[in-house]
């Protein structure tokens, strides 16, 4: 498998973290635009399907940016992306929406996309930005075909973060309201 092929399985993480529950399209070029993956260190193993990309990890296409620590790629047999996992501290994401100047932006220490499931998942100190929404919660599950999303906050923190069950804790989502004009004719 060559960094070129593990390169193109990016971007179907990247079209996909659209994470607040009123999502915009992303800009609709950034899937055509080539892939740049940049880390300081990277492994390609074909016999397992996985490739690693170790330190100060850069990913951009087109509108798309993308950093962590380290990213690791799964691939089917069929060399199709299974699941994509970006982890630092944070992990961050970013992206232009088609029609919109502000970029949509996510971090969470951990970021991982599971295609054959159709699931975006933030964990740990999970954080959205998109428009005037705002979410914070310690994981963030977005499933992508039913444009479905589920914060929690774990009572526990010392529950296992790679499969917690829905605490007590509290999440926080802030949404600016959108200033009025007044369009009533002045009275004459």
Do not use: F
């Not at 993480?13 to 800009?27: E, F, N, T, V």
């Not at 996985?50 to 691939?75: A, K």
């Not at 630092?88 to 992206?95: D, E, M, S």
């Not at 992508?144 to 929690?152: N, Q």
């Amino acid at each position: 498998m060559s960094t070129r092929r593990s390169a193109e399985r990016v971007p179907w993480l990247l079209c996909m973290l659209l994470l607040a529950p009123a999502a915009a399209p992303a800009l609709s070029t950034d899937k055509d635009q080539p892939i740049e993956v940049e880390a300081d260190s990277a492994e390609l193993d074909d016999a397992r399907n996985v490739s690693v990309y170790r330190g100060n990890v850069v990913v951009v296409q087109g509108s798309i940016h993308m950093t962590g620590d380290l990213m690791t790629v799964h691939q089917t047999d069929d060399d199709e992306l299974e699941t994509l996992i970006m982890e630092g501290k944070p992990a961050t994401y970013r992206q232009l929406p088609d029609g919109s100047t502000v970029p949509d932006e996510a971090e969470a220490r951990r970021m991982e996309y599971h295609e054959l499931k159709n699931l975006v998942i933030l964990i740990d100190e999970a954080r959205v930005k998109q428009g005037d929404v705002r979410l914070t919660a310690e994981r963030v599950e977005y499933d992508t075909a039913l444009s479905k999303v589920k914060a929690w906050n774990n009572a526990d923190k010392a529950a296992d973060a790679a499969a917690p069950e829905p605490g007590t804790g509290r999440i926080k989502i802030i949404i600016k309201k959108k200033e009025k004009t007044d369009d009533k004719p002045a009275d004459g």
